[in-house]
């Protein structure tokens, strides 16, 4: 059987640039590059869920109304509303909806003793007393109906509440004023697995294709999700609350220990919004996560196992306690690190992520990024439209380390695979003068030289010069798990558009960075007539998570198609690709009316397993139109008599 070549068919998510889907939030990245029309668009989708306008009688083309109940035009809303809608996306200092960076809660613990005038005592209700009671603690009725009195011998240590400042107050945040949580039900749901919901659900419908049309040709179980986060599920309806709640004095609930696992992304989505029963999981490899769970779902579609993949991730990591953990790693752009670098009394929070230049530490950031990937010939019998493939994703541990978040040799090796499977594919000119790169980008003066370090050693063996370098940290951050789901994104964005990102947030390329042969285009770089054949994407985690992928444009995916196939299939493929495409346009106009709830079928076609028939050469599920298949050959057949 011929390798099935795993191409995307749909994307979606939110991140700090906004919507994913049909490339608005790689727009917002290239924003000034636009055509006025495409601006506009931009601000528009982008005013519309941080709320600051709503969609009239018009439409997404016609009428808005402003929160007074003024109507407005396209042009006004863009008027109005371009700077709200700028400052409010990207990285920029924490927002009040995470928390105030300038009083944090927390408790300073203080030693209490009687004064030379006599004993410390004060009073309390009986049944806040604590049990056991503390050393030292004599009880005594007050008179005072259900409080008693206290009075200490000796020294009581006790913790009162206060607030504290941030040392970090920058970060990648969802667009200002748009609440993930406010489109469906999501009672006690974590931040991370609200907006798993809305990305999954942006990526589905931007296929154009019905689900359940989708599920017609394939077996129940020949759909794979891959999707989680690396830090779990942190804040306070998560571990977050449930490692918070004995200390805070309060009680654990029946629902933080298992929303806030890391693999809950995958299961939400299997449970609620596509029903199923096929493969699931994560694999987490600190910030290459992504690329792992990639390498996984194009295994799964090149082998047979799986005919249709959703891969992804979802992380909200900004919280004081995530910040204060990178932090005392020293792996943070803290602010008095930004003002040294600045020299300058206010820290610049705009610019807190400069990859390949003068930086001090990395941005984190929230973020919810999914594809859809399906094998050619589903994508052909279908007419889904393909916007590009994934061929190789590589992945290289560092060997001995003394440091284990310091950089290693993997990512030689993963990139110098990832070139050299391109030019196998592709042939030498395709990678030398039609590709660039996604870097990692992180922002740290380590990867700074590292990481170009590996590009420009491989970028020598293989006699490329001037290779484009690219970094989204610079405008998104860091968002941990789902960080090269960020750059497979503005990748596709790439594909589309032809307009490079560039490192705007870098003034001035660093001069550790000793890289002759790559190209750190530090202002958006139109590719013109140039095409693009293939990205890499490049991933360094902690712990020696090396992963690099290579994605290649849907021109050259194409030109592949007709080669296997043929010019009369891929004619009839063109005929149902025109109603895939009228489809895709009405849910773009949905998604900029607001319209973009998640699919959430809570509790909804459940299976009843008194229905399942299990027979020697399948399983049939009640609800399911096709069976699993039980017909198994023996792959050992040389081994055995």
């Known amino acids: 059987m011929k390798t099935r070549l795993p191409v995307i068919v749909g994307f979606g998510g939110f991140g700090p640039a906004g919507r994913s889907s ?76 995470h928390f105030d960076v300038d009083a ?23 049944k806040q007393l604590p049990k056991p009671l503390p050393e030292g603690w004599q009880v005594e009725d007050s008179g005072e109906g259900d409080h008693v009195t206290v009075a200490l011998a000796g020294t009581a240590n006790i913790k009162v509440d206060c607030t504290r400042k941030m040392p970090v107050s920058s970060a990648g945040q969802l667009p200002t ?85 890391n693999s809950m992304p995958a299961d939400f989505i ?26 996984i779902a194009i295994s799964d579609i090149q082998a047979g196992r799986s005919r249709v993949v959703l891969v992804g991730n979802s ?12 932090h005392a790693m020293g792996a943070l752009a803290s602010d008095e690190k930004l003002r040294k670098l600045e020299n300058s009394e206010q820290p610049d929070h705009r610019r807190a992520s400069r990859p390949f230049g003068d930086n001090c530490g990395f941005t984190l950031a929230e973020s919810s990024q999914y594809f859809v990937l399906m094998d050619d010939a589903l994508a052909l019998e279908l007419g889904a439209e393909i916007i590009g ?46 590709s660039f790169v996604q870097a990692h980008g992180s922002s740290t003066p380590k990867n700074r030289t590292t990481e170009a370090d590996v590009l420009q050693q491989v970028a020598t063996t293989f006699d490329i010069e001037q290779w484009p370098i690219v970094a ?8 941990l798990a789902p960080a090269s789901a960020d750059q497979l994104m503005a990748t596709l964005g790439v594909f589309h558009h032809g307009i490079l990102p ?91 009316r607001g319209e973009i709830a998640p699919i959430y079928k809570f509790g909804e076609s459940m299976i009843d397993e008194s229905e399942i028939v299990i027979k020697n050469d399948g399983v049939t599920l009640p609800g399911y139109q096709r069976s699993v298949n039980l017909s198994f050959s023996n792959p050992y057949s040389d081994m055995i008599d």
């Not at 993930?180 to 990526?203: E, I, V």
């Not at 986060?229 to 449930?242: I, K, P, R, W």
């Not at 550790?512 to 140039?530: I, K, T």
Request: net charge neutral; with cysteine; proline share 4%.
């Open 389 to 434: 493939a994934v061929t190789d994703v590589f992945v290289n541990a560092d060997g001995h380390k003394k440091s284990i978040s310091a950089p290693g040799p993997g990512n030689y090796i993963t990139m110098a695979k990832a070139v050299a499977s391109a030019v196998a594919l592709l042939g030498e000119n395709a990678v030398k003068q039609r």
């Open 177 to 261: 004023g748009f609440d993930p949580g406010s489109y469906y039900r999501s009672n006690f749901h974590p931040r991370g697995l609200k907006m798993a919901l809305l990305g999954a659900t942006d990526a589905l419908r931007s296929m154009g294709i019905d689900w359940q049309q989708v599920m017609e040709k394939v077996n129940p179980d020949e759909v794979s999700v891959y999707s989680g986060s690396l830090m779990c599920q942190v804040d306070e309806h998560g571990y977050g609350g449930f490692m918070q709640s004995s200390l805070m004095g309060g009680r654990v609930t029946a629902k933080q220990m298992a929303l806030g696992m």
């Open 502 to 592: 560039g490192i705007k947030t870098t003034e001035v390329i660093a001069e550790d960075v000793q890289a002759d042969r790559l190209q750190f285009p530090l202002q958006d770089m139109r590719l013109g007539e140039q095409t693009i054949d293939v990205a890499f994407l490049n991933s360094k985690g902690f712990g020696g998570n090396n992963a690099t992928a290579c994605v290649i444009a849907p021109t050259v995916v194409e030109k592949m198609i007709i080669n296997r196939y043929g010019k009369e299939v891929i004619s009839e493929y063109h005929k149902k690709r025109e109603k895939v495409r009228e489809n895709i346009a009405s849910y773009e106009m949905a998604a900029q």
């Open 472 to 479: 989204v940290k610079s405008y998104v951050g860091h968002s």
């Open 104 to 126: 944090v809660p927390t408790h300073k613990p203080v030693s209490l003793s009687p004064s030379e005038t006599g004993a410390l005592s004060f009073q309390v209700r009986r």
């Open 22 to 97: 049909f490339h608005h939030a790689y727009r917002r990245m290239v924003f000034d590059s636009l055509p006025k029309k495409l601006q506009q668009e931009t601000v528009i989708s982008l005013a519309v869920i941080m709320k600051l306008v709503s969609v009239g009688e018009g439409g997404a083309d016609g009428s808005y109304v402003n929160p007074e109940g003024a109507a407005l035009s396209a042009g006004d809303v863009d008027a109005l509303y371009r700077s709200e809608v700028l400052e409010g996306t990207l990285v920029r200092r924490i927002e009040s909806n």
């Open 270 to 295: 299997n449970a609620y919004v596509l029903g199923s029963v096929g493969t699931t999981g994560s694999t987490t490899g600190a910030c290459a996560t992504f690329l792992y769970n990639l390498r």
């Open 315 to 326: 992380e909200a990591p900004v919280t004081p306690e995530m910040i204060d953990g990178y």
